[in-house]
């Protein structure tokens, strides 16, 4: 049988092609992201949304695949690689942080002030009046492990329940735009309002009829910044000048909310909502009162993280030491913290 000689010219020629295409997989390699995807929510304009209609992410676009249902989520799906960023409540982050999920905080996404704020409400004349007349009631909260859970759980203790009595209080998932109306069907005793924005908190008290029993500010003692924007320690390894961008410029997107007057950021939020073309109401936008971020542009401080750190070491979810703040979080790519 004959050996099957190919001509040197053709071996010249495929060896130029194939080594061309591996010098452009290695070059590829080398290219850091241009388009992030990402969670939005419906009906709400996020951060980096704003930047990016701001023309704060410059060159670079974001790619939204579908709709969050919380912080947990949000997690999973970024160390997972299924999404490029996410964003949490700094509790849920410690806790994946302990279980080996290295993300690191690089902005400062949501929180709570006067304006803005997390709550538990009742329905006018319910009985419950304080932390003891929770026991055995249901309070809805919108996710389990997230910031409604620590508030109701820290309100519960100051308020001088036992952990069993603690017990006796029931946590219902039910997602946020539900709870108002499982409320005043009764079907909860108190359901937790507000978080990411107050929308939700302050369309039911405009409807009257249910009355605050606590807010997470009275509960924690100050405004503070509750959760952060996160990337995965290997994405940032991997595309530093990426994130440096997009913290650059969502951190200036927060600065713009915070310092543009109430009116002309909604109409901002708006017109965003309009150009996505999603299908989504406005209705809920008149409710925006301010960001809730503590720091300027979303710098992050320590104390955002060791607060809830001593919280899960009280709650014998952490061992002592086992979470250090300054891993957790880094200021090195927002402009605001120099």
């Not at 912080?71 to 849920?92: M, R, V």
């Not at 009257?208 to 924007?229: K, N, P």
């Not at 150009?275 to 936008?285: A, H, M, Y």
Request: charge should be negative; include cysteine.
């Amino acid at each position: 049988m004959k050996k099957l000689v190919m001509p040197i010219f053709i071996v010249v020629v495929l060896s130029i092609i194939l080594s061309g295409c591996s010098s452009n997989k290695s070059a590829a390699k080398e290219e850091e992201d241009k388009v992030l995807q990402y969670q939005g929510s419906p009906g709400v304009v996020s951060y980096p949304e704003l930047a990016e209609d701001l023309g704060y992410l410059g060159d670079l676009k974001l790619e939204y695949i579908g709709d969050s249902t919380g912080g947990p989520e949000s997690i999973q799906l970024t160390a997972t690689k299924q999404i490029d960023f996410g964003a949490a409540f700094n509790g849920a982050i410690i806790k994946s942080y302990a279980q080996n999920v290295k993300l690191k905080s690089v902005v400062g996404y949501y929180g709570s002030d006067e304006n803005t704020y997390m709550g538990a409400y009742v329905l006018e004349g319910s009985p419950i009046k304080s932390a003891k007349d929770l026991i055995g009631k249901k309070i809805g909260v919108n996710i389990l492990g997230a910031h409604a859970e620590f508030a109701v759980k820290d309100y519960l203790r100051k308020g001088g329940l036992t952990e069993k009595e603690i017990e006796q209080v029931t946590l219902v998932t039910i997602p946020m735009s539900n709870g108002e109306q499982a409320l005043r069907n009764q079907q909860l005793d108190a359901v937790v309002l507000g978080g990411t924005s107050s929308i939700a908190r302050d369309r039911a008290l405009e409807r009257g009829g249910i009355v605050e029993l606590f807010s997470d500010i009275e509960v924690f003692g100050s405004e503070f910044t509750a959760g952060d924007l996160f990337f995965s320690e290997q994405y940032i390894k991997d595309n530093p000048n990426t994130v440096k961008q997009v913290v650059e410029g969502v951190a200036k997107a927060i600065e713009w909310a915070q310092t543009t007057p109430r009116e002309e950021v909604i109409s901002r939020f708006e017109d965003i909502i309009d150009k996505r073309g999603r299908k989504e109401t406005k209705d809920n936008l008149k409710y925006w009162k301010s960001t809730g971020i503590a720091e300027k542009g979303g710098v992050i401080t320590s104390s955002e993280f060791e607060v809830w750190i001593e919280w899960l070491v009280k709650n014998d979810e952490l061992k002592e030491g086992q979470v250090k703040a300054e891993d957790l979080y880094t200021n090195e790519f927002n402009p605001f913290a120099q």
